[in-house]
């Protein structure tokens, strides 16, 4: 399998407090890995930083997406290499309905098709809406997963997909992700994702290939997302300290 | 038979004694720069008038086509050029010059200068002692129209002072759309527009008035606008600028006089080079039931100032709901905004009145986020804007919501 993503000793600081410490890992093409770890050691930030998310400036290391050094590119320019993110808490933008903002980054794509993953996704009520303007936990979710599957990158950051999430809307999420990253259709292998959790919920529906645990700014360890699950959830991230 | 001497000589003599009388807001003019009179030919269709002349009117939201429109005023300077009434509401819509009307109907005298007292400042005044025309349009009962009538009001030359006085009569349950553009053919001229405008909503009437301001730099422009809403009446207003001007001070008033009457006020305010806007909107609700909503979106680029007022008063002792809304963005370092909203419950113990008001940056968060969908820096902070100046407006000519985006384009890239 072809390497999609490859990051190379990443190193960051924001303000005072060094958060990335030398992370290095890589992933192939069509690829699911899993990040978890404790609050505050470096999952958003690793995702914010390889999205390129200007308050999150490498300090050292190096990025490469598809071959390409992209290190030093503008969020936009990766969101158009083919990187793509589903924010935690995304913002609120009053006045730019859903509808509008759909129809501004689908490119043309098929009016029809797009109503019809609305509507698979609960969405067709939120289309006049402002994005986000007074979405539930779970409805912010869905619409990041619409924009997402609108915009198709072959790479995508889930931060967090269960937080805020009601159990019933889970799996609605986790099968917009599967549909989203193209594992429900036999063809289409190129779709890959990092995704950030914390109860591991949302493994019941995607089939991840890889775990890491990040902590304290560095990656720990890799290996099957399942049993680093149980291991987690028998002895917190503790052991993990020890472990080091 | 034309409305009495005697009413139109106390007029007279109480514009006389406010000839010097300042405004309460606002930079004080000296009206005797602007003393030039001219008056025009008419023109037998708005496609006739001259390249210049056109633009300024298309700018201003007029269809110089006229296909979508019940019928069309125009004014340059101080001249009435051309008016005409779609055939097909001949008998159910009036459209003629203030002045005209005036002549002909005794019954104005119940609305001319009833709303809007002639005395309340020099330019009220001056409206009334120099007037230069103004429309008149009237929706007879229970008629309505399926396309806005505009009116246009040109100034074509330097040191003009038009004074024009419109009156609009929605009667009983009828529904009207208006389109006024107040605009400037000659860009660089130097002068003032004073407009005295006096809607009157009859029981169910309904008024969807939008005014589009086209002006420049060395233009002032001091409207008076009153709206009075009767029983189950409508008064839905927009107000629109994007152009520079050098000082505008308008506070249009609606009295919601009936029960159930409503009004609601939006105005788009976006303030180029050294503007000095001060606009505002006052609901004052007096019947029971009665609802106010007022909205302003306003964004201060280059070195403008902008005063976003409302006032919303209650005055009932039964039962009225009204909400101010009201936010600005700083596109420049050397611009300011003033948000001024104010809530009056004078004796209405049941009234509810909220507002909201900020000033504020565009979030770099909200810029950021649309970024990572593949749009750009600079589209991105105008897909924001365009956002936050688009209110949900009724009839707003689709030319306007061209040029919203278009002056966004032009100097959003500069804002962050």
């Known amino acids: 399998m072809q390497e999609m993503l490859r990051v190379e000793d990443l190193w960051l600081s924001l303000g005072e407090k060094q958060v990335l410490k030398g992370v290095n890992f890589s992933m192939n093409y069509g690829e699911i890995h899993v990040l978890f770890g404790p609050n505050g ?52 933008v009053r006045g730019v309905t859903l509808r509008k903002f759909i129809e501004i980054i689908s490119d043309g794509a098929d009016r029809e098709e797009i109503i019809g993953i609305a509507e698979k996704l609960n969405l067709l009520d939120h289309l006049d809406r402002g994005l986000n303007e007074g979405f539930s936990g779970g409805e912010m979710k869905r619409s990041e997963l619409f924009q997402l599957m609108v915009q198709r990158p072959n790479l995508v950051f889930i931060d967090e997909p269960e937080s805020g999430v009601d159990l ?20 289409d292998p190129k779709r ?37 699950l149980s291991e987690v959830k028998k002895n917190g991230y503790r052991k993990c300290a020890v472990c080091r | 038979m034309s409305i009495s001497k005697t009413y139109l000589s106390d007029i007279r003599e109480r514009a006389e004694r406010a000839k010097e009388k300042k405004a309460a807001l606002g930079p004080d003019i000296d009206l005797s720069r602007y003393s030039q009179h001219i008056e025009r030919e008419r023109i037998e269709s708005l496609e006739s008038l001259s390249l210049q002349a056109k633009e300024a009117a298309v700018m201003a939201g007029i269809d110089v086509k006229e296909e979508v429109r019940s019928g069309s005023y125009l004014q340059v300077d101080h001249s009435v050029v051309y008016e005409r009434l779609n055939k097909a509401y001949e008998g159910r ?18 609305y001319y200068w009833r709303s809007v007292p002639v005395d309340q400042d020099k330019y009220t005044a001056q409206a009334e ?23 246009c009001l040109l100034v074509a030359e330097n040191y003009v002072s038009q004074n024009v006085h419109n009156i609009i009569i929605v009667e009983e349950g009828a ?37 589009i301001h086209n002006w420049a730099d060395n233009f002032h422009v001091r409207p ?47 303030g180029l080079k050294d503007s000095y806007i001060d606009i505002g909107s006052r609901i004052i609700l007096e019947g029971e039931d ?15 100032v902008i005063y976003s007022r409302g006032d919303l008063i209650a005055k009932t002792k039964d039962y009225c709901i009204a909400h101010l809304d009201c936010r600005g963005i700083l596109f420049s370092k050397k611009g300011r905004i003033y948000a001024i909203p104010q809530l009056v419950s004078d004796g209405a113990s049941k009234a509810e009145l909220s507002h909201e008001a900020s000033i504020g940056p565009i979030a770099e968060e909200q810029v950021e986020y649309l970024m990572s969908r593949g749009i750009s820096k600079d589209d991105a902070i105008s897909v924001i804007t365009s956002g936050f100046l688009s209110l949900d407006i009724p009839y707003l000519p689709e030319v306007i919501d061209r040029n919203i985006k278009e002056v966004i384009k032009a100097t959003a890239k500069e804002s962050m």
């Open chain 1, 41 to 92: 050691a470096g999952k958003t930030s690793l995702i914010m930083t390889m999205m390129g998310f200007p308050r999150y400036k490498v300090e050292r290391g190096r990025i490469y997406f598809k071959g390409e050094d992209i290190t030093d590119k503008d969020i936009y320019e990766r969101a158009r290499l083919g990187m793509g993110i589903s924010f935690q808490r995304p913002p609120t």
């Open chain 2, 290 to 304: 009665t609802k106010g909503e007022s909205t302003a979106r306003a964004i201060a680029a280059d070195e403008s």
């Open chain 1, 192 to 228: 890959g994702a990092i995704i950030i959790t914390h109860t591991g919920y949302i493994l019941d529906y995607v089939n991840a290939d890889k775990g890491y645990i990040i902590f304290d700014g560095r990656i720990l360890c890799g290996g099957n997302p399942r049993d680093i």
């Open chain 2, 175 to 211: 529904e009207l759309q208006v389109i006024t553009g107040c605009t400037l053919a000659k860009r660089d001229a130097e002068g003032i527009h004073l407009g005295i405008s006096e809607f009157f909503i009859k029981n169910g009437g309904k008024l969807f008035f939008t005014m």
């Open chain 2, 129 to 151: 002692l120099n007037m230069t025309h103004g429309y008149f349009i009237r929706v007879l009962p229970h008629q309505k129209t399926d396309y806005p009538v505009q009116a």
């Open chain 1, 168 to 187: 019933e809307n889970i799996a609605l999420v986790g099968e917009a992700i599967n549909t989203l990253l193209g594992k429900d259709k036999v063809k």
């Open chain 2, 224 to 270: 008076r606008t009153v709206a009075i809403v009767e029983e189950d009446g409508m008064f839905f207003s927009t107000y629109v600028l994007l152009k520079p001007v050098k000082s505008i001070q308008m506070f249009p008033v609606a009295y919601l006089k009936g029960n159930r009457a409503s009004a609601k006020f939006n105005a788009i305010l976006y």
């Open chain 2, 93 to 110: 819509l009036e459209i003629m010059s203030t002045t005209e009307a005036l002549r002909r109907y005794d019954w104005l005298e119940d």
